[in-house]
């Protein structure tokens, strides 16, 4: 039972550049998000995912696009990315049930 | 929208004292308070949490307390020891927004031997 999983863990790119981030979880969650982290701002919400087939902004989804694939999958696109995407991401996700949100590793981004 | 402020940025305490952060929230309408701590190269992890119905919750070590008056909530960590060094985040959600956590910035807490 992994939870969920981020990939890459790591990723650098150029401005302009496209690029995915993928997320997958394990425990049959209903819904899903995606947060970034940055210092001193905490955790900001970017999409997230009700249930399998929905999706919804946040409070910083410009410069994004997601794809909920399936009830495990939930993607988040960089069509252009910019330095101000120089970030680290997380993925979460719970269930109707219990609000309690569970993380994934996370993934640091760096737009050159 | 809701707004979170958290305080200390950085908090620095000897092994076996006591640590406490304080989180101020905007909107009334909040009434789910969730704390989570982040060790380092890891994602967050739910701690403790608590409801506008309830003034104090604990779990072991780990207290927090709510006072909706004023809207402002605390993590008290007793007996601290070097493995609660992490960074700890308040959140706040409003009822008809399920799911959609308000994080506060995160308090860096270092407990020394």
């Known amino acids: 039972n992994a939870g969920v999983t981020q990939t890459p863990k790591f990723q650098v790119l150029k401005t302009g550049q496209s690029m995915t981030l993928q997320c997958a979880q394990d425990?049959?969650?209903?819904?899903m998000y995606w947060y970034r982290q940055d210092p001193g701002m905490g955790l900001r919400l970017i999409y997230y995912?009700?249930?399998?087939?929905?999706?919804d902004k946040g409070e910083v989804p410009n410069g994004y696009n997601v794809s909920r694939l399936n009830k495990r999958e939930f993607s988040l696109r960089l069509e252009s990315a910019a330095p101000s995407q120089t970030s680290v991401y997380f993925c979460?996700?719970?269930?109707?049930?219990?609000?309690?949100?569970?993380f994934g590793s996370g993934t640091q981004l760096s737009v050159l | 929208g809701e707004n979170v402020e958290q305080h200390p940025s950085t908090l620095s305490v000897q092994e076996g004292d006591s640590a406490v952060i304080k989180c101020t929230y905007s909107?009334?309408?909040?009434?789910?308070f969730p704390w989570y701590k982040q060790e380092l190269g890891k994602g967050p992890q739910l701690i403790i949490d608590?409801?506008?119905?309830?003034g104090e919750k604990k779990d072991q070590r780990i207290a927090v307390t709510l006072n909706k008056t004023a809207k402002h909530f605390s993590l008290h960590i007793t007996e601290t020891q070097p493995e609660d060094s992490a960074v700890y985040f308040c959140?706040?959600?409003?009822?008809?927004?399920?799911?959609?956590?308000?994080f506060g910035a995160g308090t860096q807490v270092v407990v020394t031997p």
């Open positions: 979460a996700s719970n269930t109707g049930n219990n609000e309690k949100l569970f």
């Open positions: 995912s009700a249930s399998e087939g929905t999706t």
């Open positions: 959140a706040a959600r409003k009822a008809d927004s399920w799911g959609k956590l308000q």
């Open positions: 608590i409801r506008s119905n309830v």
């Open positions: 425990m049959n969650h209903n819904s």
């Open positions: 909107d009334s309408a909040s009434n789910y």
